[in-house]
């Protein structure tokens, strides 16, 4: 018998505004995730990465298509139904600031047990002993629970914002530019706690980003997505050394880590004028250099 994806996104299309103003986002975009894989959605900025991580939240206006997490349809979910279904915690999101995220007035240990709180079914001393552990697991001591989100580093921030979906047990973490903040020691720090957890706990995880570099080194899949449109897919060797798309090679050429300088200027622009010619734009994608 087949496994169930955690996640299986099929024929999504997100729209925002009306009339002449309508502006369609997704088309008909189809993703899986298998359980404990890592995915990683790479593409440059307005290209829709965000927008599809708001709507497995359920936080996005859904025109057509179906989303399902752990086999349940939640684009069908009655308000009540949606409301008791995202207070089981199974979806979790990790924000790109997790300085922004966490409630500057409220200590660590507080923030992280919120989730608990507002799910109920424990005592205080429970979740306190659950939040303790959630913080021991992302690496950092107990103790900094007392403290504030101000008195940590970055890379301390960011750990506790994953220890604040831990808590929950989640079957899938979105994550979306979990390490676009932080240094190269912190970054590196981060991916590795990340591919343990995946390891350990077998979590499922849609990784967000505009950075292949980050993206390659973790990904058991790559899904390139190019205004709105998943225009490539394949692991992260085949995506790196065998690209077919040409905004695939562009993204790779101006990610001069993994390719030892990048592509020449000459071979930037031809795929620039072949991507304009295959979509019918003269907008030139956003790549981050």
């Not at 986002?25 to 829709?48: C, K, Y």
């Amino acid at each position: 018998m087949p496994e169930i994806p955690i996640l299986d996104v099929t024929g999504l299309q997100v729209s925002y505004g009306r009339g002449s103003a309508r502006r369609q986002i997704l088309h008909g975009v189809d993703l899986r995730i298998a359980p404990g894989e890592t995915v990683g959605l790479v593409g440059e900025t307005g290209s829709g990465k965000t927008t599809l991580a708001r709507a497995v939240l359920g936080l996005a206006p859904i025109e057509a298509g179906t989303i399902a997490v752990n086999g349940l349809e939640t684009t069908t979910l009655r308000p009540r139904d949606r409301r008791a279904w995202r207070r089981q915690g199974s979806v979790q999101y990790v924000f790109q600031d997790p300085l922004q995220s966490l409630d500057p007035e409220l200590t660590v240990a507080t923030s992280i047990a919120e989730g608990l709180t507002i799910r109920g079914g424990l005592s205080k001393a429970e979740r306190a002993a659950r939040v303790d552990e959630a913080i021991r697991t992302v690496g950092l001591p107990a103790e900094l629970g007392r403290r504030l989100p101000a008195e940590l580093s970055g890379g301390q921030r960011q750990r506790i914002a994953i220890a604040r979906t831990l808590v929950l047990d989640p079957r899938l973490l979105v994550l979306d530019e979990p390490v676009s903040a932080l240094d190269a020691a912190n970054r590196n720090q981060i991916l590795g706690l990340l591919r343990q957890l995946a390891q350990d706990r077998g979590i499922a995880q849609l990784f967000i980003s505009h950075d292949l570099g980050s993206v390659a080194g973790l990904s058991d899949r790559i899904e390139v997505i190019y205004r709105g449109d998943i225009v490539e897919t394949g692991t992260a060797s085949d995506i790196i050394n065998r690209p077919q798309h040409p905004y695939t090679r562009l993204l790779i050429g101006s990610a001069p880590t993994i390719t030892d300088g990048g592509i020449d200027r000459a071979t930037r622009q031809q795929l620039r004028r072949t991507l304009a010619a295959s979509t019918g734009s003269t907008a030139e994608p956003k790549i981050s250099q």
